[in-house]
């Protein structure tokens, strides 16, 4: 790195050769050499880890920016707000931050983007390996940022992205928390918190959090990221033709293909919610046509084209998105369709995959304790489901986690417990009021076991009437448990059915 000469302002002689300067200004200048010392063994400790580079000739300044030219500065913002971007274009911006922190690595807002980036390409791509890169690029800019707002807050939120790709929602609400305080009125301190608020279950702090959120004076390229997350807290708050409304919005109004087909990846997730197989697989193929590398749409096609009967169309799909970026929960899924099937063997490999995925994201430091219980749950060992999940909802107690906890005791002969947690899932005045045919089906099948064969039938049909296709295997389950539940009981629904 190099260190400006003190006091030096343009040409004239070397201080080298004028007589030495006063003791005053020598001790000045061994406290400002110390202090650059030491704040540069962060950034130099990063450094040390990224890839080699050579040094390049320096060449003459660029010419003005032109769009083609001012393209890499906008994918920098959109990576740093949180708006999705295209894996290439992800790639290439890591390569210039790299590059840029090489050559300036006291400049927290290189490592930032750096960071930001990284969290973003480890989620797109499904791989963690990026994660503790991510976490040596955001740690490095806070502490090369000293006490500038803008440049802490951009620190702490990349680091509160991180902690939500990792499922550490405790630590992203922290580091939010954080970054809210420095810069209140700008918008992108917001989205990680919202999300932080939501993986704790505290539903009400996440709808405040939002309501501020729309408060707030956004430029037009950034309102649809907004909608994006106004739509997951509408659909957390069971407002479904909100929340389509809101992402469709987005996805009209984004500005970069890779944008678009995010957004149109989701409403297809929303129509799968509510079992419209023909336009949630219509959003998905419009998604993977803009963006070939929409994981999301990938594995909503081939989840929808199993719904509408055709598996074998589907495990194809499985098996691209497997190829393309091995994601856990797509293994998982695939897994459960094979053995739907009949197909064992095949099955069995799949959850090979799964474990493989579970290893490999846990090395990236992501917690993958509320999948590993779900798999265990139906399909190993649900006592070791069972504890994981415990542990899970003691430290981080949200709706997802509620549900599979619940399934975990109810497959472990714990009916009666089972019962406090399921409907914890389904009940709005307890939890998020999401609307879901699996959180349905599961509080359904637990009632059936505990004799409560009134509410049993109401909940195993309101899997159905939501979604008639919600899982290979267990829909087929629910519509069994109907048959044996025989005639609709004349018991009153309970209070909390909605």
Same mark, same amino acid.
Do not use: C
């Given at each position: 790195?190099?260190?400006?000469?003190?006091?030096?302002?343009?040409?004239?002689?070397?201080?080298?050769?004028?007589?030495?300067?006063?003791?005053?200004?020598?001790?000045?200048?061994?406290?400002?050499?110390?202090?650059?010392?030491?704040?540069?063994?962060?950034? +130099?400790?990063?450094?040390?880890?990224?890839?080699?580079?050579?040094?390049?000739?320096?060449?003459?300044?660029?010419?003005?920016?032109?769009?083609?030219?001012?393209?890499?500065?906008?994918?920098?913002?959109?990576?740093?707000?949180?708006?999705?971007?295209?894996?290439?274009?992800?790639?290439?911006?890591? +390569?210039?931050?790299?590059?840029?922190?090489?050559?300036?690595?006291?400049?927290?807002?290189?490592?930032?983007?750096?960071?930001?980036?990284?969290?973003?390409?480890?989620?797109?791509?499904?791989?963690?390996?990026?994660?503790?890169?991510?976490?040596?690029?955001?740690?490095?800019?806070?502490?090369?940022?000293?006490?500038?707002?803008?440049?802490?807050?951009?620190?702490?939120? +990349?680091?509160?992205?991180?902690?939500?790709?990792?499922?550490?929602?405790?630590?992203?609400?922290?580091?939010?928390?954080?970054?809210?305080?420095?810069?209140?009125?700008?918008?992108?301190?917001?989205?990680?918190?919202?999300?932080?608020?939501?993986?704790?279950?505290?539903?009400?702090?996440?709808?405040?959090?939002?309501?501020?959120?729309?408060?707030?004076?956004?430029?037009?390229?950034?309102?649809?990221?907004?909608?994006?997350?106004?739509?997951?807290?509408?659909?957390?708050?069971?407002?479904?033709?909100?929340?389509?409304?809101?992402?469709?919005?987005?996805?009209?109004?984004?500005?970069?293909?890779?944008?678009?087909?995010?957004?149109?990846?989701?409403?297809?997730?929303?129509?799968?919610?509510?079992?419209?197989?023909?336009?949630?697989?219509?959003?998905?193929?419009?998604?993977?046509?803009?963006?070939?590398?929409?994981?999301?749409?990938?594995?909503?096609?081939?989840?929808?084209?199993?719904?509408?009967?055709?598996?074998?169309?589907?495990?194809?799909?499985?098996?691209?998105?497997?190829?393309?970026?091995?994601?856990?929960?797509?293994?998982?899924?695939?897994?459960?369709?094979?053995?739907?099937?009949?197909?064992?063997?095949?099955?069995?490999?799949?959850?090979?995959?799964?474990?493989?995925?579970?290893?490999?994201?846990?090395?990236?430091?992501?917690?993958?304790?509320?999948?590993?219980?779900?798999?265990?749950?139906?399909?190993?060992?649900?006592?070791?489901?069972?504890?994981?999940?415990?542990?899970?909802?003691?430290?981080?107690?949200?709706?997802?986690?509620?549900?599979?906890?619940?399934?975990?005791?109810?497959?472990?002969?714990?009916?009666?417990?089972?019962?406090?947690?399921?409907?914890?899932?389904?009940?709005?005045?307890?939890?998020?009021?999401?609307?879901?045919?699996?959180?349905?089906?599961?509080?359904?099948?637990?009632?059936?076991?505990?004799?409560?064969?009134?509410?049993?039938?109401?909940?195993?049909?309101?899997?159905?009437?939501?979604?008639?296709?919600?899982?290979?295997?267990?829909?087929?389950?629910?519509?069994?448990?109907?048959?044996?539940?025989?005639?609709?009981?004349?018991?009153?629904?309970?209070?909390?059915?909605?």
């Amino acid at each position: 790195m190099e260190i400006r000469q003190y006091g030096s302002s343009g040409p004239g002689p070397s201080p080298a050769a004028g007589p030495p300067p006063p003791r005053r200004s020598r001790r000045l200048l061994r406290r400002l050499l110390v202090t650059v010392l030491a704040g540069s063994a962060a950034a +130099g400790g990063a450094l040390m880890l990224l890839p080699h580079e050579p040094a390049a000739p320096r060449r003459a300044a660029p010419p003005a920016a032109g769009p083609r030219a001012q393209a890499p500065a906008l994918t920098a913002a959109a990576v740093t707000t949180g708006v999705p971007a295209a894996l290439p274009d992800l790639a290439a911006l890591i +390569g210039r931050q790299e590059s840029a922190v090489r050559a300036r690595p006291r400049d927290a807002r290189a490592w930032a983007v750096l960071g930001a980036a990284y969290v973003q390409r480890g989620r797109r791509a499904a791989d963690a390996a990026d994660y503790p890169r991510a976490e040596r690029a955001l740690r490095t800019a806070l502490d090369t940022a000293g006490t500038r707002p803008a440049e802490r807050a951009a620190a702490l939120g +990349g680091l509160a992205a991180l902690a939500n790709a990792r499922r550490d929602f405790p630590a992203a609400k922290g580091y939010g928390e954080q970054a809210l305080r420095l810069t209140p009125k700008s918008w992108p301190a917001y989205p990680p918190l919202i999300e932080a608020y939501t993986g704790l279950g505290d539903y009400e702090a996440a709808r405040g959090a939002l309501d501020k959120l729309l408060r707030l004076r956004t430029a037009a390229a950034d309102r649809p990221a907004v909608m994006a997350r106004a739509s997951a807290v509408y659909r957390d708050r069971g407002w479904r033709e909100d929340s389509v409304a809101q992402l469709t919005d987005a996805a009209a109004a984004a500005r970069t293909p890779a944008e678009q087909a995010a957004y149109l990846a989701g409403v297809g997730q929303l129509a799968w919610e509510r079992g419209d197989r023909e336009d949630a697989l219509r959003h998905f193929e419009a998604a993977l046509r803009l963006d070939p590398d929409q994981r999301a749409a990938l594995s909503g096609k081939a989840r929808t084209l199993a719904a509408l009967g055709r598996a074998d169309e589907a495990v194809a799909v499985y098996r691209a998105a497997l190829a393309k970026r091995p994601e856990a929960r797509d293994a998982l899924e695939l897994g459960e369709l094979q053995e739907s099937l009949k197909r064992s063997d095949d099955a069995e490999r799949s959850y090979g995959v799964l474990r493989e995925r579970v290893r490999r994201s846990a090395a990236g430091g992501v917690d993958e304790e509320l999948l590993t219980g779900q798999f265990e749950a139906d399909h190993a060992d649900a006592d070791d489901a069972v504890k994981r999940l415990r542990a899970e909802w003691r430290r981080q107690p949200g709706i997802e986690v509620a549900d599979a906890l619940g399934w975990a005791l109810y497959r472990a002969g714990e009916e009666t417990e089972a019962l406090t947690y399921v409907s914890i899932a389904t009940d709005k005045a307890k939890g998020g009021g999401v609307i879901s045919a699996l959180y349905a089906f599961h509080r359904g099948m637990v009632e059936r076991e505990l004799g409560k064969d009134g509410p049993a039938r109401r909940h195993l049909e309101e899997a159905l009437r939501i979604n008639p296709y919600f899982s290979p295997l267990g829909a087929p389950r629910a519509r069994e448990a109907l048959r044996e539940l025989g005639k609709v009981s004349d018991e009153p629904p309970p209070d909390d059915v909605s």
